[in-house]
Nanobody, 115 residues
Framework: QVQLVESGGGLVQAGGSLRLSCAAS????????MAWYRQAPGKQRELVAI???????NYADSVKGRFTISTDNAKKTVYLQMNSLKPEDTAVYYC?????????WGRGTQVTVSS
């Protein structure tokens, strides 16, 4: 069973940066997409950024120009570089991998941005 483990969350002041990582417990074959979602208290989970097997990326309008999604060559780790953070970015961030084998989720990492 593949496990995804997120790290890199924490408390940061507005305008600061964080880099989230999501590591898979083993290589996942035939990946379609790798993505980051977030869920703020009282809100639905929303897509933040997604990268396809062909390295095409897409971002939520609210993070365009501030966040960057990337992967390592082996596609065992997906990153989310978050710059110019705002208080409204505060949420639990989850990584997601969709592959031929299945749809995998991490347990999340808390990001808190203070004003």
């Amino acid at each position: 069973q593949v496990q995804l483990v997120e790290s890199g969350g924490g408390l940061v002041q507005a305008g600061g940066s964080l880099r989230l990582s999501c590591a898979a417990s083993r290589i996942i074959f035939s990946i379609n997409t790798m993505a980051w979602y977030r869920q703020a208290p009282g809100k639905q989970r929303e897509l933040v950024a997604i990268i396809t097997s062909g390295s095409n990326t897409n971002y939520a309008d609210s993070v365009k120009g501030r966040f960057t999604i990337s992967t390592d060559n082996a596609k065992k780790t997906v990153y989310l570089q978050m710059n110019s953070l705002k208080p409204e970015d505060t949420a639990v961030y989850y990584c997601n991998v969709i592959a031929w084998m299945g749809d995998y989720w991490g347990r999340g990492t808390q990001v808190t941005v203070s004003s």
